[in-house]
């Protein structure tokens, strides 16, 4: 059967042989068959066929969590092909002719629950052998810290400062870092005073950080700015007399003061 292999038959019968070819290359099997009487008469036939290339669909799949949004690293290890068709499993197709370089692609859950999405790689030869593997990415609901302040952050000490959580996500859990080494697990804090005894302006950086049950995370840090504390005092050092009366005051205000208006 032209590759090593040989077969006998008393019946004529038709059969089925599978034919293999590993290499880069059009490879060519010789087929012969000799007839036989019981006389011992003979004939014999000869017939080529030509097995292109073989083409086996592979690919890696590198990623950090099963966290959204999730950045996907593909490697192409497919063997014998020249174009190859992706299907990423989310809407997004695309084509390469080259199993170099890797492809990144970035996959994302919006929704409440888990999601699989399956990825498709079919290779093709220039013959127009093909052949297609299919595998999944499991990926959990996103998780997006997001807030805003009720009332403004930036102003005069003391500052009131409130909260408003629009973070999404299902089953999260919340830690608010307020900047000043105070801290809340509620989901809607109450509302914070911001205090500033220097001379100078301070900015205290408020994160939040939420989480759900399977590790995913997400934080947003925003800041708020509180002006140096403002004291006015002074001191006259005789607080009545005779007119014409003739003071003596003193400015022991402190603080961050540009103007002082008597």
Not at 102 to 107: A, L
Request: hydrophobic share 30%; aromatic share 16%; with cysteine.
């Amino acid at each position: 059967l032209g590759d090593g292999t040989t077969f006998l038959d008393t019946t004529g019968s038709s059969f089925v042989h599978r034919y293999f070819n590993r290499t880069s290359a059009n490879k060519i099997y010789t087929i012969k068959l000799i007839t036989r009487s019981d006389y011992f008469c003979t004939d014999t036939m000869i017939d080529y066929i030509t097995v292109h290339p073989f083409v086996k669909a592979n690919f890696a799949i590198d990623y950090a969590n099963n966290c959204s949004p999730l950045n996907v690293q593909f490697s192409n290890i497919s063997l014998g092909g020249s174009q190859f068709d992706w299907d990423f499993g989310d809407g997004v197709k695309q084509t390469t002719f080259s199993t170099t370089p890797c492809i990144f692609h970035t996959y994302e859950n919006n929704s409440d629950n888990d999601t699989i999405f399956y990825i498709k790689l079919k290779a093709t030869n220039a013959y127009a052998c093909a052949d297609s593997v299919m595998r999944s990415i499991y990926l959990f609901p996103q998780v997006a810290a997001n807030f805003d302040f009720g009332t403004s952050n930036v102003g005069c000490n003391p500052l009131p400062v409130t909260f408003i959580n629009a973070s999404k996500g299902k089953n999260i859990n919340y830690m608010w870092d307020f900047g000043d080494k105070t801290y809340s697990t509620s989901q809607d804090p109450p509302p914070k005073t911001y205090q500033n005894n220097t001379n100078y302006d301070t900015t205290y950086f408020v994160t939040l950080t939420v989480t759900n049950p399977v590790g995913c995370d997400s934080s947003m840090t925003k800041p708020v700015q509180v002006y140096s504390k403002v004291t006015a005092d002074f001191a006259i050092s005789r607080l009545d007399s005779c007119s014409p009366f003739k003071i003596r005051v003193d400015n022991y205000s402190s603080g961050g003061i540009v103007d002082f208006i008597w």
